[in-house]
């Protein structure tokens, strides 16, 4: 008995060396890239308990080879704007990790865009990818380019030179990038033409975000949203909740967000507030989705001009002050580390039951820490919003097979595999020791199945 307990405890030991020691490595050769840190941090904590029960991992170096990307591709975008000036912006690709498929991420437009951004994203692409369970390795790119007061062919002409320089990386079987912040159909479509025309020939599965009228699936804009809503709905079934008569807080009022405000109202909730970058609005009868799709989706518009057109509602610029209007259920759609320690506390105050992450690691390390100790229902975004790439990968499967799904088809695919990734989080949570705990669930699940690939394809 001894013996075991003393053998038991010398597993443990080595595998907390082994990750603590694997993170100062990568701390060493990362070392201002506060973004992948983060992420690098948050999902090591997580996966402690499984090296002592695997210690082929160990052996296998699968912690040292899952942080180094495969590779990463930095480039030079020249564009000309419309009054005949030059503009330099940097390109990326970061194709991170290749065991479950061809890379597969989206690709962003931001003036944040830089190497630890992109390297975070790719990094969670991974263990989202992985959860979903599709044939798809993980990827992401981008630029630091801002498509904010561009015109449509400035837009187009700078897409055209990104893409031109990516080209020469990418393919159906090699690398299938997609949408993100800045990036929507209109980008794909510029990319896609551009690639088919440098290629000189028709690979539809070459980029997923696509037109539904031109190669794209009907239902994957919405589901990201969509999917991030079954998620939550999920977790709230669980505990014999449900959306039905609930106050939510939504931020941002892109892709993502919009969708998950529509889902969400459809399952009978009352969204009262969204944002964009400029600021917030508030309107205590519920915000009008048809109106907010109108305004971002269709006219371009800032998110204030809804009071407009309902004067009751009201627009206060600080974005982050959207966590202070008490709500049931918040949902950060927007982008990275948006919710912060004062807002957890301003949430948890107003008791707030749920969180759902749209967004990718929009709550801080701190936040998420207040959200478990309160007791706050927690769902992580590599799991909650994992529903676009699954229908990105189910795009790819319409493109191989040259035919098109229903969107009814498709949006009860994403149901099951929405439903998929929620109760193999909560298995592999209940496995190693953290029962109910989404995040680790979803860390760990996602890890073993990349790391029991890895091992199976030796050592590269
Ligand atoms: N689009 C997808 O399918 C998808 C899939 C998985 C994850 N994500 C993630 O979801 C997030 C949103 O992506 P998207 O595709 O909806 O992008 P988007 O560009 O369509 O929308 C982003 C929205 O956030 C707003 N915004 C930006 N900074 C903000 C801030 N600090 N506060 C409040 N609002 C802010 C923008 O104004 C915009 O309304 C990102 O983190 C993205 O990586 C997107």
Known sequence: MTRIVGVQTNNKNRANDYVHGVYELVKKRNPDEKEFLQAIREIFDSLRPIFSKHPEFITNGILERITEPERIITFRVAWEDDQGKVHVNRGFRVQFNSDLGPYKGGIRFHPSVNSSIMKFLAFEQIFKNALTGQPIGAGKGGSDFDPKGKSEREIMRFTQSFVTELSKYIGP????????????????????????????????????????????????????????????????????????????????????????????????????????????????????????????????????????????????????????????????????????????????????????????????????????????????????????????????????????????????KLQHVMKNIYSSCLSAAESFGHPGNLVIGANIAGFLKVANAMVAHGIN
């Open 173 to 412: 079987d090699v690398d299938v990038p997609a949408g993100d912040i800045g990036v929507g159909k209109r980008e794909i479509g510029y990319m896609f033409g551009q690639y088919n025309r440098l290629k000189g020939g028709y690979e539809a599965g070459v980029f997923t975000g696509k037109d539904p009228n031109h190669g794209g699936s009907l239902g994957r804009k919405e589901a990201t949203g969509y999917g991030t809503v079954y998620f939550v709905d999920e977790m709230l079934k669980g505990e014999g909740k449900s959306f039905e008569g609930v106050t939510v807080v939504v931020s941002g009022s892109g892709n993502v967000s919009t969708y998950a405000m529509e889902k969400a109202i459809q399952l009978g909730a009352k969204v009262v507030a969204c944002s964009d970058s400029g600021g917030y609005i508030y309107d205590e009868n519920g915000i009008d989705i048809e109106m907010v799709k109108q305004l971002k989706e269709y006219d371009n518009k800032r998110i204030w001009e809804y009071t407009k057109a309902y004067p009751h509602a009201k627009y206060h610029e600080n974005c982050s002050d959207i966590w202070s209007i008490p709500c049931d259920i918040a949902l950060p759609c927007a982008t990275q580390n948006e919710l912060d320690e004062i807002a957890a506390h301003l949430l948890i105050a107003n008791g707030v039951k749920a969180i759902g992450e749209g967004a990718n690691m929009p709550c801080t390390q701190e936040a998420m820490t207040l959200f478990h100790e309160n007791g706050v229902l927690f769902a992580p975004g590599k799991a909650a919003n994992a529903g676009g790439v699954a229908v990105s990968a189910m795009e790819m499967s319409q493109n191989s097979m040259r035919l098109s799904w229903t969107v009814e088809e498709v949006d009860e």
